[in-house]
């Protein structure tokens, strides 16, 4: 898919919107010094191509009890397509999955996942993922401390090629 040309006022829409994304299209209009009307054009148009997918609230998990958090590393057998197919229809239905990456080196596939606690990760790695058909191996590390967390993604490049 190719970059959309973004000019130096829809990459601060973005820079403003990705720190607060409940900014009022009076606020982010004063924010990025246009008015509110050309505003709201501009960011209609990020959404409607894509650029601006969706709006969230991000929670923090350990205020809402799920303070494990953990990395897990998943090997699939190599026999046959269908285990992949099921292991993804299943990674859907796990709420505990945030985030599922498919890998190149040792892994297949890298599971983000939160827990209360390490008894309720046992639980999800002994009924659910290695019940799984299909899994040769999984490792799993514990996030210690976490020392960076953001929702926001780099636009430096942008601003360079927008000139």
């Known amino acids: 898919m190719p970059t959309l040309t973004l000019?130096?006022?829809?990459?601060?829409?973005?820079?403003?919107?990705?720190?607060?994304?409940?900014?009022?299209?009076?606020?982010?209009?004063?924010?990025?010094?246009?008015?509110?009307?050309?505003?709201?054009?501009?960011?209609?148009?990020?959404?409607?191509?894509?650029?601006?997918?969706?709006?969230?609230?991000?929670?923090?998990?350990?205020?809402?009890?799920?303070?494990?958090?953990?990395?897990?590393?998943?090997?699939?057998?190599?026999?046959?397509?269908?285990h992949a197919e099921s292991f993804l229809e299943a990674v859907q239905r796990w709420p505990e999955v945030i985030n599922c990456y498919a890998m190149t080196g040792e892994m297949d596939y890298l599971l983000q996942v939160y827990f209360e606690d390490m008894e309720h990760f046992s639980r999800f790695v002994m009924n659910e993922l290695l019940q799984h058909p299909g899994i040769e191996d999984i490792k799993s590390s514990f996030v210690l401390k976490e020392f960076k967390r953001t929702t926001a993604l780099p636009l430096d490049h942008l601003r360079q090629s927008s000139g």
């Open 7 to 82: 000019d130096k006022t829809d990459l601060r829409i973005l820079a403003e919107l990705q720190q607060n994304g409940r900014l009022s299209n009076v606020e982010l209009a004063e924010k990025v010094a246009l008015s509110p009307s050309p505003c709201l054009r501009r960011l209609k148009q990020l959404e409607d191509s894509g650029v601006i997918r969706r709006y969230v609230a991000l929670l923090d998990p350990s205020r809402i009890g799920l303070g494990l958090q953990a990395f897990v590393r998943v090997v699939l057998e190599k026999r046959g397509n269908t």
